[in-house]
């Protein structure tokens, strides 16, 4: 080694200083991204060296640069595909934490599922938390107290509607703490668990729900307390916001509408599969295009469905 090169700084990796997920998180943002793009101002706060950061995310083979693009190589699309699943699995335990406690009345350790969750993500959700100290400032902190947030969620959870559902209290106030559970977790994704009314012991009673699927829908099992929870939650948010006065009474059948003549269509296929019919196609799309064709198949199919639904 010459005299110079014992005095030459060692090179360092600026990525080294970064948390393996911190690592994933920056790939996967500048994958497939435009070399001429902003970096946005929450990432640059969390990566200050991020312009050596994506140079040595180049050496280290992971992206690379092509027509002006962020491109990730198969090592890249690999550490991508990782980082999204291990974000949908941790994102996954904090709706059902979240959930379970609020379903549980600890709407404060609901809270904190939340915050614990945002606190260990890369970018947190930003959101105006006031814990009793009078700032605005977004925070994810464990807290001690039921935040204000969470006390409007349970505000909001007394003025839902269930008036129509003939149930007991007990269903309903579970109802209720359910709405603050996807709340607390700040996704509109969450549907009420298909055991729900099984670990309750009560099924949903609304007569007026019964009609309306008795009069529209054709398939074989609906979801009745899915599409009775999503409606009251709808109106909800709408009287609330000012889209609409009253609630005209008419529940959300989505594609259990079956006036529509592909919701028909496909109540129909799941009505037919259910029953054996030999040759039955695996999915909708295959059966659909037998009957706009109406082929021998199809007319197989219904000839053989007949007589299945006849012996019953």
Same mark, same amino acid.
């Given at each position: 080694? !010459?005299?110079? =090169?014992?005095? #030459?700084?060692?090179?360092?990796? $600026?990525?080294?200083?970064?948390?393996?997920?911190?690592?994933?998180? *920056?790939?996967?943002?500048?994958?497939?991204?435009?070399?001429?793009?902003?970096?946005?101002?929450?990432?640059?706060?969390?990566?200050?060296?991020?312009?050596?950061?994506?140079?040595? *995310?180049?050496?280290?083979?992971?992206?690379?640069?092509?027509? =002006?693009?962020?491109?990730?190589?198969? @090592? /890249?699309?690999?550490?991508?595909?990782?980082?999204?699943?291990?974000?949908?699995?941790?994102?996954?335990?904090?709706?059902?934490?979240?959930?379970?406690?609020?379903?549980?009345?600890?709407?404060?350790?609901?809270?904190?599922?939340?915050?614990?969750?945002?606190?260990? @993500?890369?970018?947190?959700?930003?959101?105006?938390?006031?814990? !009793?100290?009078? $700032?605005?400032?977004?925070?994810?902190?464990?807290?001690?107290?039921?935040?204000?947030?969470?006390?409007?969620?349970?505000?909001?959870?007394?003025?839902?509607?269930?008036?129509?559902?003939?149930? @007991?209290?007990?269903? #309903?106030?579970?109802?209720?703490?359910?709405?603050?559970?996807?709340?607390?977790? !700040?996704?509109?994704?969450?549907?009420?668990?298909?055991? &729900?009314?099984?670990?309750? /012991?009560?099924?949903?009673?609304?007569?007026?729900?019964?009609?309306?699927?008795?009069?529209?829908?054709? &398939?074989?099992?609906?979801?009745?307390?899915?599409?009775?929870?999503?409606?009251?939650?709808?109106? &909800?948010?709408?009287?609330?916001?000012?889209?609409?006065?009253?609630?005209? !009474?008419?529940?959300?059948? /989505?594609?259990?509408?079956?006036?529509?003549?592909?919701?028909?269509?496909?109540?129909?296929?799941?009505?037919?599969?259910?029953? /054996?019919?030999? =040759?039955?196609?695996?999915?909708?799309?295959?059966?659909? #295009?037998?009957?706009?064709?109406?082929?021998?198949?199809?007319? *197989?199919?219904?000839?053989?469905?007949?007589?299945?639904?006849?012996?019953?």
């Amino acid at each position: 080694m !010459g005299l110079f =090169g014992f005095f #030459k700084k060692p090179t360092t990796n $600026s990525l080294d200083t970064l948390s393996e997920q911190k690592k994933m998180f *920056l790939v996967n943002y500048l994958g497939d991204r435009s070399v001429t793009w902003h970096i946005d101002k929450p990432v640059k706060e969390q990566y200050p060296d991020v312009e050596q950061n994506i140079e040595d *995310l180049q050496k280290a083979g992971l992206i690379m640069k092509e027509k =002006g693009v962020y491109v990730l190589t198969e @090592s /890249g699309q690999e550490m991508r595909k990782a980082f999204r699943a291990q974000e949908r699995a941790r994102r996954k335990e904090m709706h059902q934490s979240a959930v379970d406690f609020a379903l549980s009345g600890d709407y404060l350790s609901a809270y904190n599922a939340r915050a614990k969750y945002e606190k260990e @993500s890369v970018i947190p959700h930003g959101i105006i938390v006031n814990l !009793g100290g009078g $700032s605005n400032t977004p925070t994810w902190e464990v807290a001690s107290e039921i935040p204000s947030n969470i006390d409007n969620y349970i505000g909001n959870s007394c003025k839902l509607d269930f008036s129509d559902c003939e149930n @007991s209290e007990r269903f #309903k106030e579970a109802l209720r703490r359910f709405y603050i559970g996807i709340e607390a977790t !700040g996704s509109n994704r969450i549907d009420i668990p298909d055991d &729900f009314e099984e670990k309750l /012991g009560e099924k949903l009673n609304c007569p007026a729900l019964d009609a309306q699927l008795a009069e529209k829908c054709q &398939f074989p099992d609906p979801p009745k307390l899915k599409i009775y929870f999503r409606t009251k939650v709808r109106v &909800f948010n709408y009287i609330s916001t000012k889209l609409i006065k009253k609630w005209d !009474g008419k529940f959300d059948l /989505g594609v259990y509408d079956c006036t529509s003549p592909l919701h028909a269509t496909m109540a129909q296929y799941e009505r037919m599969k259910t029953v /054996g019919i030999e =040759g039955f196609p695996k999915t909708f799309k295959t059966f659909e #295009k037998h009957k706009k064709e109406d082929s021998e198949k199809y007319k *197989l199919w219904m000839a053989e469905y007949s007589k299945t639904d006849l012996s019953k």
